[in-house]
């Protein structure tokens, strides 16, 4: 047993050692890079991940990410918003249990009054899974998204939260 703790404390350590040796660039090079500096690497002008964005009662939500490609001029762009919306209501139907709902809206660059031009919304019934989603647009000068619950066969939503804004021209 004896030589087994010796064992043991002298690979702590090692591997203590080992991490403080390790220059600040190399752990650097392993932190994520912020997903919103529009890197080549990227293929997109702006992109950022978003959410998580929960319904009132946090038994839906949803995650993602976004990506704006611009073209030369600056004059057009297309938008990509890609996400996962989870149902966390554990309930059954007969105890209350809804269904997760995202509602997600674009506003299109000559729209000055607020008109939101390009609605989806998608419904993922399923506790403790979720289900992929995508929007796309073109010429999008603004994107918002909000979570909500819904019932199983119901066409209005409830116990939604705020709306959340996950891009905007002047964002940029």
């Known amino acids: ?15 203590a050692a080992l991490t403080l040796a390790v220059p600040a660039a190399a752990q650097a090079a392993t932190t994520p890079v912020a997903a919103s500096t529009g890197t080549a690497s990227s293929g997109y002008d702006y992109d950022d991940y978003w959410g998580p964005v929960f319904s009132e009662n946090h038994k839906a939500k949803a995650k993602g990410w976004i990506g704006v490609e611009w073209n030369h001029h600056q004059t057009s762009n297309e938008v990509h918003v890609r996400g996962k919306l ?14 997760a ?16 031009f390009k609605s989806k919304n998608y419904k993922y019934c399923g ?9 796309y647009g073109e010429d999008i000068a603004a994107v918002r998204v909000k979570v909500c619950q819904i019932g199983l066969h119901s ?13 905007t021209t002047e964002s940029e």
């Open 1 to 15: 047993m004896k030589r087994l703790t010796t064992g043991l404390l002298a690979a702590t350590a090692t591997a």
């Open 86 to 99: 989870y149902d966390l209501d554990y309930r059954t139907y007969n105890q209350g249990g809804k269904c």
């Open 101 to 116: 709902y995202v509602k997600i809206q674009a506003r299109h660059f000559e729209d000055h009054h607020g008109y939101w």
């Open 155 to 167: 066409s209005h939503p409830t116990r939604c939260g705020d709306w959340e804004y996950l891009y």
């Open 127 to 135: 506790a403790g899974e979720y289900k992929k989603f995508h929007l």
